[in-house]
């Protein structure tokens, strides 16, 4: 009985330095890419998004007020959990206890998020397919929906093509 508020205290700890690193890394982003040419109408590009880093470049310029498809198609894991571009529910308790954490909290594990320029704001789940329109300006950057702290044990790639809807 004397290790129960120990093991307490360990786990609030965690809870806590969590929820601070999440916090702290929510606003972070890499450096500005140069300027890219836009992806016009009728044109596509694929790009490969990694599951281990919290943002991809695709180097994809979108306009603004342009519509875009995007397909998706490959594997990635986290640890031992295999996932396609939709993700999956929570497999585990585990899992299900840290859903509150995901940076789209209401969104599958490992599910293909886009944003434009690194920003949340700008967050949208896209899964292996999606129709959207460009709300501005900028570059398609993108992630597997994950614990902001857990990227380290996460591995493989998936191939991205947006495509410019005439």
């Given amino acids: 009985m004397k290790r129960c508020p120990v093991l307490l205290a360990a786990l609030a700890l965690i809870l806590i330095l969590s929820v601070a690193l999440v916090t ?7 450096p500005e890419m140069p300027d890219l ?3 016009g109408s009728g044109d596509s590009v694929t790009a490969t998004i990694q599951a281990r880093p919290r943002w991809n470049c695709t180097g994809i ?13 490959g594997t990635w894991w986290d640890a031992k ?3 396609d571009p939709d993700g999956h529910p929570s497999q585990s ?5 840290w859903e509150w954490a995901r940076r789209m909290r209401h969104e599958n594990w490992f599910k293909l998020i886009c944003a434009q320029d690194y920003d949340n704001q700008t967050a949208f789940p ?3 397919h999606r129709q959207f329109v460009a709300a501005r300006d900028g570059e398609l950057t993108c992630f597997a929906n ?13 191939q991205m093509t947006v495509k410019g809807v005439p």
Avoid: Q
Wanted: contains cysteine; charged residues 20%.
């Fill in 24 to 30: 702290a890394a929510a606003s972070s982003k890499p």
């Fill in 93 to 97: 308790t585990i899992l299900r206890m």
């Fill in 126 to 128: 896209v899964g292996r």
């Fill in 61 to 73: 310029r979108l306009k603004k007020g342009t519509t875009y498809s995007i397909t998706a198609e």
């Fill in 81 to 83: 959990y295999k996932h």
């Fill in 146 to 158: 994950d614990v902001w702290i857990m990227y380290w044990n996460n591995t493989g790639c998936i």
């Fill in 37 to 39: 040419p836009f992806l």
